[in-house]
């Protein structure tokens, strides 16, 4: 696990967004991406978005795969993952829809939403590159503390934290008792991973992450044994870092 620390939010998300040009560029193949949707994130979906216009990158030879959602939501709901991303990021780099695998959270038959996304992500043969954030709690998509590192894609019940801080996604009171997510070991098993994380609320998950121990009880600490993984964060985030 590789850490990088940036001056600022803008700083580490151009990082992020070049280190995704990098990626596609470099890739003979068509490609699984696997983008987190919170707010961490939103600055690098600018900087590619800018890239894009610019004639920088396209995403042509690029397939997505949905990390999380929260179970109810559709892919209309304001504030909702997939809502998120088409309005943040879809909509403006020219992605067909057949090429965006999403959880449909809002389904009667969560299990079968389940066994769809791993079936599309056992066909592309796994997720090549993953962009994350982390959560306060050391999650990683919904996979809440005590998720097993071997897990597939499942349905789960969120702590208290998470439906707490989740409230910032909407503009009015949400129960959002449950997620919706793909699985650590689906994670672990990306070809690369970048990490995200700014701000001072982040600061002891990431310390957790990286100096912790590899454990379940923080869902980050699998990604200590990834070949190839680099975290980018900013100066406040990694406050609380061993000096090496
Ligand atoms: P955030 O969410 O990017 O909105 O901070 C990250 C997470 O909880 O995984």
Request: net charge negative; proline share 4%.
């Amino acid at each position: 696990m590789s850490p990088f620390v940036l001056n600022s939010y803008e700083e580490m998300s151009e990082e992020a967004a070049q280190r995704v040009i990098t990626f596609i560029q470099q890739a003979q193949d068509p490609v699984t991406l696997c983008f987190a949707s919170g707010d961490t994130p939103l600055g690098m979906f600018d900087a590619l978005i800018k890239a894009y216009k610019q004639g920088r990158v396209h995403f042509e030879k690029c397939s997505f795969i949905g990390l999380d959602d929260w179970v109810g939501l559709t892919h209309d709901d304001p504030g909702g993952g997939r809502f998120t991303m088409d309005h943040a990021f879809f909509n403006f780099v020219g992605v067909p829809k057949q090429r965006i695998h999403f959880f449909n959270a809002a389904a009667s038959d969560l299990a079968l939403e389940v066994e769809k996304i791993n079936r599309v992500i056992d066909k592309q043969s796994g997720i090549d590159l993953a962009v994350l954030g982390i959560g306060r709690n050391g999650h990683l998509g919904f996979n809440e503390p005590g998720s097993p590192f071997d897990g597939k894609a499942h349905v789960v019940d969120l702590e208290t934290g998470t439906q707490t801080v989740g409230q910032k996604y909407f503009d009015h009171e949400m129960t959002l008792n449950r997620g919706i997510t793909i699985g650590l070991k689906q994670i672990a098993e990306a070809g690369q991973v970048l990490v995200l994380a700014n701000g001072k609320s982040k600061a002891q998950a990431v310390k957790a992450m990286i100096d912790g121990p590899y454990s379940e009880r923080c869902p980050a600490s699998i990604l200590q044994r990834h070949p190839n993984c680099q975290v980018l964060m900013d100066q406040e985030a990694a406050q609380l870092l061993e000096e090496k």
